[in-house]
C-alpha cells in the first residue's frame, strides 16, 4: 500500500485557497490499472477464495475514488458493502446520506457516525470543481475551486476585482477549451501543475512557444471578475449583458458563472469567468515602448484592428436579440 500512499500524494495539489485536491484523471488511470492488486490487498485479511466484488465494476463512474479514499481510512475492505448500500458510484455523497446509510454496515453507531464524518472530510479533495463552458453554479463551502494561480489584472472592475487566473487542463471540460484554444499554455520543468515562472509578463511569441511545446503539463488562463456579498445584483445584470451580447465580435466571451462561500471566512463570492484580453487598449496606447505603425502594411493593420473595436462598441449600445418570433432592439 506504499506506493498507492505515494501516488496519492504525488496527484495532490494545493490551490490557491491553501485547500489541497487531487488530480483526479491521473489518479483514476494509476488505480484502474493497480485495481486488482489493491483489492487483494484491502482483502487479504478476511481469507476468502475469491474477491467479493469484480474489479471491472470498481472501475466504473467514481467508484475507484470512493475506494481510494476508504485506502487511506484503512476501510478499503468496505468497497463491496459501499456498492451494497447505494454508495459506490458517485461523488460527492451528501454526510447524512452518509451516516443513515453506514449504520446498516452492521458496526457501532460511534464507528458509523466517525467513518461518515473522516470521509466526508476526505471526500471534497476528490472531486474539485470543473469549468464548464457557460455553467452556472453555486457550490458549497466545502467545494474546492481548482485555480492554480490567481494574480490582480487590474482595478478597473468597478464593483467587482478582476483577476487572471490558471485552471489545470483536467479540470476544463472539452467543450470550453474548444472556444478558448489560445488561452492553453505549458510550463517548462512544471510536473504537478504548480507554476515555476511567471508567465503574464512574457512576449507572445513566448506565450506560443509554450503552447506549442508538448511535453509540458497544459493549462489554460481565464479572466475571473469577482464581486463580493452586497453586490449580487450587479453580477446579476452583468451577466445579463454579457450573455445578450454573445456572438458579437471583438467583445470578450463569458464561459460561465459561479457563487461560493469561503470556507473560512463564510463570505460569499459571485464569480464570472471570461476570456482573458492580453491587452488593455489604453495601455496599449501609452506604452512608451510601443513605436507606432510606419509601414504601410503596419498602418493598415493599425486601423483595421481599431474599426474593430469601433464596430464592438457600437454593437454594445445598439443590438437585436431574438427570443423564438419576437425580436428585440436595444439602442443604447
Request: net charge negative; with cysteine.
Amino acid at each position: 500500500m506504499r506506493d498507492f500512499r505515494e501516488k496519492v500524494k504525488s496527484c495532490e495539489i494545493t490551490g490557491i485557497c491553501g485547500r489541497p485536491f487531487i488530480r483526479v484523471d491521473k489518479l483514476k488511470t494509476w488505480l484502474s490499472e493497480n485495481v486488482v492488486r489493491l483489492l487483494e490487498a484491502a482483502y487479504r485479511s478476511q481469507d476468502e477464495p475469491a474477491l467479493p466484488i469484480d474489479p471491472d465494476y470498481v472501475r466504473r463512474n467514481d467508484s475507484l475514488l470512493i475506494f481510494s479514499i476508504l485506502l487511506q481510512l484503512d476501510r478499503g475492505n468496505l468497497i463491496d458493502r459501499f456498492h451494497m448500500l447505494g454508495l459506490g458510484d458517485y461523488l460527492p455523497i451528501e454526510l447524512s446520506s452518509l451516516k443513515a446509510r453506514l449504520g446498516d454496515l452492521g458496526i457501532s453507531a460511534a464507528d458509523a457516525e466517525s467513518l461518515a464524518e473522516r470521509f466526508d472530510k476526505q471526500q471534497w479533495r476528490y472531486c474539485p470543481a470543473k469549468f464548464r463552458l457557460n455553467a452556472r453554479r453555486n457550490y458549497l463551502p466545502s467545494h474546492i475551486i481548482p485555480i492554480s494561480k490567481k494574480e490582480p489584472i487590474n482595478a478597473k472592475g468597478g464593483t467587482a476585482t478582476v483577476w487572471q487566473i490558471e485552471v489545470l487542463e483536467e479540470f476544463v471540460e472539452e467543450r470550453l477549451r474548444k472556444v478558448v484554444p489560445t488561452s492553453r499554455f505549458g510550463e517548462p520543468g512544471d510536473s504537478l501543475g504548480y507554476v515555476s515562472q511567471p508567465h503574464f509578463d512574457l512576449p507572445s511569441s513566448t506565450f506560443l512557444g509554450l503552447r506549442r511545446n508538448t511535453n509540458h503539463l497544459k493549462r489554460y488562463y481565464f479572466a475571473l471578475k469577482s464581486f463580493e456579498d452586497g453586490h449580487k445584483a450587479e453580477y446579476d445584470n452583468e451577466i445579463v449583458a454579457f450573455q445578450a451580447l454573445e456572438g458579437h465580435e471583438g467583445i470578450i466571451r463569458y464561459l460561465g458563472d459561479y457563487g461560493h462561500r469561503d470556507h473560512k471566512s463564510g463570505k460569499n463570492t459571485f464569480n464570472i469567468i471570461l476570456e482573458y484580453g492580453e491587452l488593455d487598449l489604453d495601455e496599449y496606447f501609452f506604452d512608451p515602448g510601443r513605436a507606432p505603425p510606419v509601414l504601410p502594411q503596419e498602418v493598415h493593420g493599425f486601423w483595421t484592428d481599431l474599426y474593430e473595436v469601433a464596430t464592438a462598441l457600437k454593437d454594445i449600445h445598439t443590438f437585436e436579440r431574438k427570443r423564438g418570433d419576437v425580436k428585440q432592439e436595444y439602442y443604447g
